[in-house]
Structure formats: C-alpha cells, structure tokens
C-alpha cells in the first residue's frame, strides 16, 4: 500500500486534444441557451446539455496510470467520476496491444470482449485478468506500462 512519503514506481497521464472540443461544444449549448430565450421548452434544454456536457469534458480531460503498490489506479480526470483499480494479484498476463478503430475512445465493452478504457489514439497495455475477462487500458505509454505491470506481476509470482 502507498503511503504520502513513498512515490509511485510508474506514474503516466495522457492528454488528448479530444476534451477541448467537448469544451466547446459545452460554451456553444449554454450561449445557444441565451439567444433563443424566448423558444420554449428549447431555452430550457440548452444550458442542462451544455453543463452536462462541460462535466463530461473535465471528466476525460486527461487519462492517468499510476501504481498503489499492490495495483493499478485508472482514471480519468480531472472531475474524478471513472476509476478502476487492478490488484496485481488479479492480474494474468499482460501485452502491448491495438485497439480497433471501432473501439474509439472513453469507457466501453470492446466488440473482441473486455472493456476498453481510452482516452485517445489506439496503442494500448492488453490486460488478461484471472477471472478470464480482459482490460485494454488506452496509453501513449504502452511498451513502458506493460513492462511495469510484466515486472510487478512477476514479482508477486516469486
């Protein structure tokens, strides 16, 4: 378990140009709130999305990747809504993969199986989990993160 004073052993964000068209399209619905104030219900409708939607971009704003010790912390950030930890110990086997361009980007099952948590491009860490259910983590890192996670699970099989 991490405590304050040690520093995580890998430690990776990823940021994608994907958010700041989120962002605007947010600023575009709130302002589209304003000028049609006088067409209900649309007034109405307008300023919900655009907020919904700012929140959504502060949540995939950027993707982070960094080792608790004893697992692996995913998440997006930096409205921390989507996380997900890995035990080490629940972890199989791990390689450097591809997403398919059908797998896009966000959080998602894939059309091979498994979820897919991607922020941006399509190099990603495939992770076989002992359960027999399967994690692509999207990653501008890829050959580093699954050198790390290929370290740290064998570590824990000595």
Sequence with gaps: MMTEATTPAYSHRQKAPLCILIYTLSFVFVALGFI????????????????????????????TVLDLGDGLMIRFGPIPLFRKTLQYADILKVEVGRTLILDGWGIHMSIR???????????????????????????????????????????RGK
């Excluded at 700012?54 to 704003?61: I, K």
């Excluded at 994690?135 to 580093?144: F, H, K, M, N, V």
């Design 36 to 63: 049609v104030r006088d067409a209900p219900p649309i007034q109405w409708l307008f300023p919900p999305i655009g907020l919904l939607m700012l929140v959504v971009a502060g949540s995939f704003h950027h993707l």
């Design 113 to 155: 199986g498994g979820w897919v948590w991607n922020l941006w491009g399509r190099d990603c860490v495939v992770v076989h989990l002992r359960n027999g259910g399967t994690l692509r983590i999207g990653t501008d890192d890829a050959e580093s993160l699954a050198g790390f996670v290929k370290r740290k699970v064998g570590e």
